[in-house]
């Protein structure tokens, strides 16, 4: 009998070769290069979205003020003698003689009423005819206002967060929470701005005398002057050609221990702490001139500035961490998005002005 041969069946592969397995890898990793930017370039929209629901609130908020008061709330209200009518300082570096700023007189009107009546606390709490509520409502107040942060409606997911507080004795102030990111538009100069039509922002210092203020000398003891600043009749170029906010960067500083970089401060009306200014262009790489400034930030940061004390000229330009440019909500409310590369001398300084008469194209 033939002897039968059987065939020997190999058996099946249930595994990947080492060369298929370095394929799949590079295929995976390709594709993770891939969809990460895009993942990345998603978030930071949705980012940039919030950070313009949050300028829509406050245009709300502005609005809902001039309902009431008849105009956006002044910029901050100085009663001091008239040298220190753009200082920002406390009560060492001679300014004793302040109201409230713009972001303040906005609580009630923007569902912060908790903030609003610490608020009211810390204008109760007077020492005679002299206050300055950046200076005293976080030092004597009892409720310490000014030491903490403020929740999210005042910061753009975007931003770095920055965790110290702001401290610097010899321009009077100690202790302030740091980390707002949304600033008034004090025009197209210097603290001065106000003073003149052809500079001058949504927003500016409403100068009044001692005696229109104090209550020993006669005044109204009015520390708000809620009626004091732009109605929708004194922006002659427009509401929708006028810039009211937008944003600003604050910073954490190079050095150990506490800040001594002033902007991000959402307790004082300083420039670059709750103000900019349009002189420079939306995060511009010209360094930012401000009272209080952190001068050992590297020269090659966004953030480098020189610090100027005792003299009007200070400038903070718009600053933000989104790509290409800035958020700004405009004095009808609206939120537009402006970039780093616009014009600065025929549309960035005109939208910043209220009443100086440019016709702005299209941006």
């Known amino acids: 009998m033939l002897k039968r041969f059987q065939r020997t069946r190999r058996p099946l592969r249930t595994g990947f070769t080492l060369v298929e397995l370095l394929v799949v890898i590079a295929i995976i990793g390709v594709l993770v290069g891939l969809l990460l ?4 370039s998603a978030r930071e929209a949705a980012r940039r979205m919030q950070c313009q629901n949050n300028l829509k609130q406050y245009g709300l908020a502005l609005h809902n003020h001039m309902d009431v008061h008849g105009s956006f709330p002044p910029g901050y209200l100085c009663y001091d003698e008239s040298g220190n009518r753009y200082q920002t300082g406390g009560w060492q570096h001679g300014q004793n003689e302040m109201g409230f700023h713009w972001l303040a007189n906005l609580f009630p009107y923007m569902e912060q009423p908790g903030y609003w009546e610490l608020v009211q606390e810390c204008d109760d709490d007077r020492p005679g005819h002299t206050h300055n509520p950046c200076d005293h409502c976080e030092y004597m107040s009892p409720n ?3 030491r903490d942060q403020l929740p999210g409606f005042s910061r753009c997911p975007s931003a770095p967060s ?37 500079l001058r922002g949504a927003f500016g210092t409403y100068y009044a005398h001692q005696n229109d203020i104090v209550t020993s000398l006669g005044g109204s003891g009015d520390r708000f002057q809620n009626d004091m600043g732009m109605g929708s009749n004194d922006i002659l170029d427009g509401l929708s050609n006028t810039i ?8 954490d500083g190079a050095g150990p221990g506490r800040s001594t970089d002033i902007r991000g401060v959402w307790m004082s009306p300083a420039m670059g ?14 360094q ?15 953030l480098s500035c020189t610090e100027l004390r005792g003299d009007p000229n200070v400038y903070a330009a718009a600053r933000s961490a989104h790509t290409g440019g800035v958020n700004a909500a405009m004095c009808d409310g609206s939120v537009r998005f402006v970039s780093d590369s616009v014009d600065l001398i025929n549309i960035w300084r005109p939208l910043s002005t209220a009443q100086a008469g440019e016709v702005v194209d299209e941006f």
Request: net charge negative; glycine share 10%.
């Open 37 to 40: 930017p895009a993942v990345q």
């Open 144 to 146: 310490h206002l000014g």
């Open 162 to 198: 920055v965790r110290k507080q702001f401290s610097d004795g010899s321009y009077g102030l100690e202790s302030l929470a740091k980390g707002s990111n949304y600033a008034a538009n004090w025009g197209a100069g210097n603290m001065l701005s106000w003073e003149d039509p052809e």
């Open 244 to 251: 009211a906010l937008s944003e600003i960067m604050g910073t």
């Open 273 to 286: 702490a709750t103000i900019f200014s349009a002189f420079l262009g939306p995060n511009s790489n010209e």
């Open 288 to 302: 930012d001139v401000i009272a209080a400034c952190d001068e050992q930030i590297p020269a090659d940061s966004p």
